[in-house]
């Protein structure tokens, strides 16, 4: 028995019934074809494109569930069986954690087709947004982040027109964005919409602050801790560059390299390790002033009217948004380097004519790149490594225009699978791809750098 006849035991088989009976048997036959090799007549870029498909079909089935969510809210179905919510009905019957349960419930109300209590058709609350998921354009955890951010703002003492732009908008970048930079333009998105109230109250992170440290019993020490912003993107700023995975070599005699090492910790040891190193560091210093020595630079970029009128929000070097009145706090004990940007992103020249960049250059690359700048990776600009995008044996200039920053792998590894960087009018860098990998060579840009190209013109 399938599952749309357990739905209709006793009586004949519903157009629905039927509908989810061609569904199951048409994907039974797609997992026959994909085990039995049937992938292996894609190249690599048509396996893509199979992939893409596939994720807009399965982004797609969530409509469904909106629906019968809202007929099962329609017919009263929680009350019926007995259950305190709709909640709960999903727990129940189909073993869905209470979260997740939620969930469901919430994107159905959001962008599900409603019904009056009349029983007249209506718009979804986020019609925008329900008809790009429709389409497969977004998928359900996107869904869930935008839901969430208007959510924020949509009550009374709120524009109900800044509310549909910011729906337009943020729909608009889910057909382009990943959740991680999806995010970060929500946040931005709501902050415009609300400039007062979308970042977390101050005194209410001074109050959270917590940090308790405790022997155990084999010797070690536990613990829990909740820190400020502040605080955080200081420690962060430290432990970042420590942890970085280290990769050992061994060398022959003649001198030439044989072998990789690859470091074995995880994150969480590495994290450890860094901060222990930290420490060492501190108890070798023989004359720590009473300051307790320069702190780390901590990399902040903020717009330069934000900050004379100590008003806004900053965003650190791992996206994370503090108060100006934060980064103020913060340069009383660091030291401030300003990096002028144009309205694309472009940082405005620092050039030295030298093969390796600056300090300050490299501070620039920061602002502009935000990290390692091939398309598709997220690794903080902590973890990468200047490279001149024109080789500078080869002529190439060591200034903003042709350096980009890069993690170690791709500074290392693009070359020889056939990528080439430029620099585009916008004074960014976008990256060329090999025919096997887009046979007409598309120029790409980092999302992370169009992401905060975006942010910066809706300034």
Same mark, same amino acid.
């Given at each position: 028995?399938?599952?749309?006849?357990?739905?209709?035991?006793?009586?004949?088989?519903?157009?629905?019934?039927?509908?989810?009976?061609?569904?199951?048997?048409?994907?039974?036959?797609?997992?026959?074809?994909?085990?039995?090799?049937?992938?292996?007549?894609?190249?690599?870029?048509?396996?893509?494109?199979?992939? +893409?498909?596939?994720?807009?079909?399965?982004?797609?089935? =969530?409509?469904?569930?909106?629906?019968?969510?809202?007929?099962?809210?329609?017919?009263?179905?929680?009350?019926?069986?007995?259950?305190?919510?709709?909640?709960?009905?999903?727990?129940?019957?189909?073993?869905?954690?209470?979260?997740?349960?939620?969930?469901?419930?919430?994107?159905?109300?959001?962008?599900?087709?409603?019904?009056?209590?009349?029983?007249?058709?209506?718009?979804?609350?986020? =019609?925008?947004?329900?008809?790009?998921?429709?389409?497969?354009?977004?998928?359900?955890?996107?869904?869930?982040?935008?839901?969430?951010?208007?959510?924020?703002?949509?009550?009374?003492?709120?524009?109900?027109?800044?509310?549909?732009?910011?729906?337009?908008?943020?729909?608009?970048?889910?057909?382009?964005?990943?959740?991680?930079?999806?995010?970060?333009?929500?946040?931005?998105?709501?902050?415009?919409?609300?400039?007062?109230?979308?970042?977390?109250?101050?005194?209410?992170? +001074?109050?959270?602050?917590?940090?308790?440290?405790?022997?155990?019993?084999?010797?070690?020490?536990?613990?829990?801790?909740?820190?400020?912003?502040?605080?955080?993107?200081?420690?962060?700023?430290?432990?970042?560059?420590?942890?970085?995975?280290?990769?050992?070599?061994?060398?022959?005699?003649?001198?030439?390299?044989?072998? +990789?090492?690859?470091?074995?910790?995880?994150?969480?040891?590495?994290?450890?390790?860094?901060?222990?190193?930290?420490?060492?560091?501190?108890?070798?210093?023989?004359?720590?002033?009473?300051?307790?020595?320069?702190?780390?630079?901590?990399?902040?970029?903020?717009?330069?009217?934000?900050?004379?009128?100590?008003?806004?929000?900053?965003?650190?070097?791992?996206?994370?948004?503090?108060?100006?009145? +934060?980064?103020?706090?913060?340069?009383?004990?660091?030291?401030?380097?300003?990096?002028?940007?144009?309205?694309?992103?472009?940082?405005?020249?620092?050039?030295?004519?030298?093969?390796?960049?600056?300090?300050?250059?490299?501070?620039?690359?920061?602002?502009?790149?935000?990290?390692?700048?091939?398309?598709?990776?997220?690794?903080?600009?902590?973890?990468?490594?200047?490279?001149?995008?024109?080789?500078?044996?080869?002529?190439?200039?060591?200034?903003?225009?042709?350096?980009?920053?890069?993690?170690?792998?791709?500074?290392?590894?693009?070359?020889?699978?056939?990528?080439?960087?430029?620099?585009?009018?916008?004074?960014? =860098?976008?990256?060329?791809?090999?025919?096997?990998?887009?046979?007409?060579?598309?120029?790409?840009?980092?999302?992370?750098?169009?992401?905060?190209?975006?942010?910066?013109?809706?300034?």
């Amino acid at each position: 028995m399938n599952s749309g006849e357990l739905g209709s035991i006793g009586a004949e088989p519903t157009a629905a019934d039927l509908a989810l009976d061609v569904l199951s048997t048409d994907l039974d036959h797609l997992i026959k074809i994909v085990e039995d090799g049937g992938l292996d007549g894609y190249d690599n870029s048509g396996l893509i494109g199979f992939m +893409q498909s596939f994720e807009r079909l399965r982004n797609r089935l =969530p409509v469904i569930d909106h629906q019968v969510i809202i007929d099962a809210q329609r017919r009263n179905l929680a009350d019926a069986l007995t259950q305190g919510s709709l909640n709960r009905v999903l727990v129940q019957s189909l073993r869905l954690s209470p979260g997740e349960a939620a969930r469901h419930v919430h994107a159905a109300e959001a962008v599900g087709n409603r019904v009056s209590m009349l029983g007249q058709p209506l718009d979804p609350t986020r =019609p925008l947004l329900g008809a790009a998921q429709r389409t497969g354009d977004v998928s359900p955890e996107q869904v869930q982040l935008i839901v969430k951010a208007l959510a924020s703002v949509d009550r009374p003492g709120f524009d109900p027109a800044d509310i549909t732009e910011g729906e337009r908008l943020l729909t608009g970048f889910a057909m382009s964005f990943s959740p991680k930079e999806l995010s970060k333009l929500a946040a931005r998105t709501v902050a415009a919409i609300d400039p007062d109230g979308a970042l977390p109250d101050e005194q209410l992170q +001074q109050d959270r602050r917590h940090f308790d440290m405790r022997p155990t019993k084999d010797g070690g020490f536990s613990g829990e801790f909740r820190l400020t912003g502040s605080l955080g993107a200081k420690l962060n700023a430290l432990l970042s560059p420590l942890s970085k995975p280290r990769v050992g070599t061994i060398t022959k005699s003649d001198g030439t390299t044989v072998q +990789q090492d690859r470091d074995e910790r995880t994150r969480g040891q590495r994290l450890h390790d860094a901060l222990e190193d930290i420490c060492d560091r501190v108890f070798r210093v023989a004359d720590v002033p009473d300051s307790g020595g320069t702190p780390a630079t901590v990399i902040v970029t903020i717009a330069l009217d934000d900050l004379l009128a100590k008003m806004g929000h900053a965003t650190t070097s791992d996206g994370a948004l503090i108060s100006t009145t +934060q980064v103020l706090r913060l340069a009383d004990q660091a030291e401030i380097v300003p990096t002028v940007l144009t309205r694309s992103g472009a940082v405005l020249d620092l050039g030295r004519s030298r093969r390796i960049a600056s300090r300050t250059q490299t501070i620039a690359l920061i602002a502009r790149d935000g990290g390692c700048s091939f398309p598709g990776c997220d690794h903080p600009p902590e973890w990468c490594e200047r490279h001149h995008i024109v080789e500078w044996v080869d002529g190439g200039e060591t200034n903003l225009d042709n350096l980009t920053l890069l993690c170690s792998y791709h500074h290392h590894n693009f070359a020889s699978r056939g990528w080439t960087c430029r620099m585009n009018s916008d004074r960014l =860098p976008e990256w060329i791809p090999p025919t096997w990998v887009d046979r007409h060579q598309v120029p790409l840009l980092n999302k992370r750098i169009t992401a905060a190209r975006l942010a910066r013109m809706q300034r």
